[in-house]
Every structure is written in C-alpha cells, then in structure tokens.
C-alpha cells in the first residue's frame, strides 16, 4: 500500500465500527433487551413497560414528566406505554389536583401484584450474562457515570 493510501485510510479511523463506543454499546444493550423476551413474555410486558413498572413499584406515585426522566423517555414515547399499562390495570393516570397541566400515573393493586410475579426475572437475566460481581459492578458505575455527563 502507498503512503498515500495508507494516510487516506488512517484518516478514517475514527468511523470503523471497532473504534465506536457507540457501537457495542448498542449492540449489547440489543441482545441484554432481546434476553429478557422469554421473561417478559410471561408477564405480558414489553422491555419498556417492565421498566416503567420498576419504576412504578419502587416511587408508587408520580408525574409523566418525573418518571420519563426516571427513565430517558420521552413523552412521545411514554405516553403509548401508560396507555397499554393502564388498560392492563396496572397504572391509573389523572390530572394533578395542584395543578391540571401535570399528569399523575399511580401504581394500582394489580401492578403491584405484578411485582411478585417479576421477582424471578433479574436472577434470570443474571445467568445470561455471566459476569462476575466485580465485573457487573464496575460496568454499572461506568455506564451511570455516562448516563450522567450526558
């Protein structure tokens, strides 16, 4: 290869796939997400509204906007996943009595019912991803540490 070419490929570097962070970032996030299906399946829940959910059981009250925060969401996103989770009885959604323009979701009886069911799934993933506790422990605090610059 001339100097030429190889100064033109180095130029480029930096948009290989393996020079990414993004990438497997995405990737493994994809297969984590893909794992939790067969778990999820049994609770009738997608991967967004067992986060919802987790989120539901552990603050039991809050509003649209705090809990799309909670979770990186949207509205646009979050708004369809409050419907199908209230329309399986889990949450309720109501106007803020303080003030209307805030939307309140409420966890119900039957959603936090649902919490016994979904005991079983984080060991479950725990298995597909074997990690060791160092391991997932550092993973974890590097990808809040992200999670929190951005």
């Known amino acids: 290869m001339s100097n030429n070419k190889k100064a033109n490929t180095e130029k480029y ?25 067969p778990f999820l399946d049994k609770l009738d829940l997608t991967y967004t509204q067992y986060i919802t959910m987790m989120a539901m059981w552990e603050y039991r009250e809050m509003n649209v906007k705090e809990l799309g925060e909670k979770l990186y969401l ?14 399986k009885g889990y949450v309720t959604r109501s106007r803020s009595r303080k003030d209307e323009r805030n939307l309140i979701v409420s966890i119900t009886d039957e959603g936090l019912a649902l919490r016994e069911q979904a005991l079983d799934v984080p060991a479950g993933i725990a298995k597909c991803i074997c990690l060791g506790t160092d391991e997932a422990q550092a993973l974890y605090s590097t990808l809040y540490k992200i999670l929190n610059m951005i």
């Open 74 to 87: 949207d509205s646009g996103t979050l708004t369809p996943v409050l419907k199908k989770l209230e329309a």
């Open 13 to 37: 570097d930096s948009l290989l796939l393996k020079n990414q962070l993004c990438f497997p970032l995405y990737a493994v996030s994809k297969e984590i997400i893909r794992r939790y299906k």
